[in-house]
């Protein structure tokens, strides 16, 4: 870090801030459902009002309530950056937990808790960065707006959603700060990291499969029973015929990664738009579970019911899948496949709703610009690259508006860590929250300072 952006008392001061605001904020049980996230956004409103900010929690039903706060900027013409992040989290099973996923507790250099990745550090991150504008009175040439949001986990509605349409000052934001991205370290031939900057996202398309029919006695064996149809149907979809292909986002991905990847499969990686083309993808990419969900539009099953008697045939059995379609994949065509498939199985597919592609962000510019300048600055070595967000996230909803969106969480992550988001015992370390803070409060402060020679 430039030494004129912090004065080295003052990072200690900040850094050990916000580790006692992430471990009160982990302690507060999110799960979604029920959310209850009213809890935590009010101990933020009370600190910010504290510190002088405007802030306001709105809710959109008991306990379900969202912040917004907001530091007025110079130019009124200009869109507010906005900060973004969701405050509700998955379930834990504490059996399964070395720690308890709600005790915040710091062990071996880590701080353990559901939300320490997903995304209650990336939260801390923005409000910690937030302040330090604010106490620092930089002068800001455009609104910087913080939201902490409800129920991101189960789709946005109490959250994002109903913000978008109570606040509709919003949709003029120039730029939105999400998650879905991450840093990878030491993948390049230099031993420098991987700035993974998601520009997109999958569309998600979740489906239940029915089945009715007749019930009997398990010691009298029937066909066609209906947990038989429901596991074909399963089956049948699980084993379709799916061609690999590369959206122009992934393309990008790989470009950037080419030139820098380190593993074993750089060089198949180099050419895969040369094996792309006829269905063949490079055996070591889709070794990579990630990297095959990037080609794929992706079918996974979650759930499976029938009966709760193991000597009763039920009459009725469902099943859920989790699909996960490419930006360009139609998702009305891929669920009339799915249909086809199914034809002569007597399986009812019934969608949850359906998504729509929510677009790309520019690739170029603006926050990638922004990012690369404070790598090229810093300790560590890097490139930045876009990046196709597997999952979904709130930030969809500003996209599919228009104003340009990137989920960005600035965390040094091996895929050993990223598997805990969600996982068990999810954690962050000590290092990556100081490393976190201190590069996205760089970041922000180019994005957001009112410097005359920078370009908008």
Not at 295 to 321: E, F, Y
Request: hydrophobic share 40%; glycine share 10%; charged share 25%.
């Amino acid at each position: 870090m430039p030494p004129s952006l912090f004065e080295p008392a003052e990072l200690d001061r900040l850094l050990e801030e916000a580790l006692e605001h992430l471990r009160t904020y982990l302690r507060f049980d999110t799960t979604n459902p029920p959310g209850r996230e009213s809890r935590a956004a009010r101990h933020f409103l009370e600190l910010l009002r504290d510190e002088g900010v405007d802030a306001q929690l709105l809710e959109a039903a008991d306990e379900r309530g969202s912040l917004v706060a907001r530091l007025p900027g110079k130019r009124r013409g200009t869109g507010p950056v906005v900060l973004l992040h969701h405050a509700d989290v998955v379930a834990a099973n504490p059996a399964e937990w070395s720690e308890d996923p709600f005790g915040a507790v710091i062990r071996d250099g880590y701080l353990y808790g559901r939300g320490a990745l997903d995304m209650k550090s990336t939260g801390i991150v923005h409000l910690m960065s937030f302040l330090w504008l604010h106490r620092r009175r930089v002068p800001l040439r455009r609104d910087l707006v913080l939201l902490l949001v409800a129920d991101e986990e189960t789709g946005g509605r109490l959250g994002t959603c109903r913000l978008l349409e109570t606040l509709p000052w919003l949709e003029t934001a120039s730029l939105v700060l999400d998650e879905g991205g991450f840093i990878l370290p030491g993948v390049a031939r230099d031993g420098g990291d991987l700035y993974c900057v998601s520009v997109a996202e999958k569309t998600p398309l979740q489906l239940l499969l029915h089945a009715h029919g007749a019930a009997g006695h398990g010691s009298v064996p029937f066909p066609d029973t209906v947990t038989e149809r429901v596991a074909s149907a399963v089956n049948r979809i699980l084993g379709r015929a799916a061609v690999p292909r590369i959206h122009p986002v992934v393309r990008a991905y790989f470009d950037g990664l080419a030139p820098v990847e380190s593993s074993p499969g750089a060089a198949p990686v180099l050419r895969i738009d040369e094996t792309v083309g006829d269905g063949r993808i490079p055996p070591q990419v889709l070794l990579d579970p990630v990297h095959r969900a990037l080609v794929n539009d992706t079918v996974v099953c979650t759930l499976l019911r029938a009966g709760d008697k193991i000597n009763v045939v039920p009459s009725a059995a469902t099943a859920g899948l989790d699909c996960r379609l490419l930006p360009d994949t139609i998702p009305e065509a891929f669920l009339d496949e799915l249909r086809r498939l199914l034809e002569d199985l007597d399986v009812r597919v019934e969608p949850l709703g359906q998504e729509i592609d929510s677009g790309v962000s520019p690739i170029v510019g603006g926050f990638m610009d922004a990012v690369a300048e404070c790598v090229r600055e810093g300790a560590h070595s890097g490139t930045v690259v876009p990046y196709l967000m597997t999952g979904a996230a709130d930030g969809r909803y500003f996209r599919r508006r228009g104003v340009p969106t990137y989920g960005f969480s600035p965390f040094r992550l091996p895929r050993g860590e990223q598997v805990r988001v969600h996982g068990v015992d999810e954690r962050i370390s000590l290092a990556n929250l100081a490393f976190g803070l201190t590069f996205f409060t760089r970041v922000l402060h180019k994005l957001v300072a009112d410097e005359p020679d920078r370009e908008e």
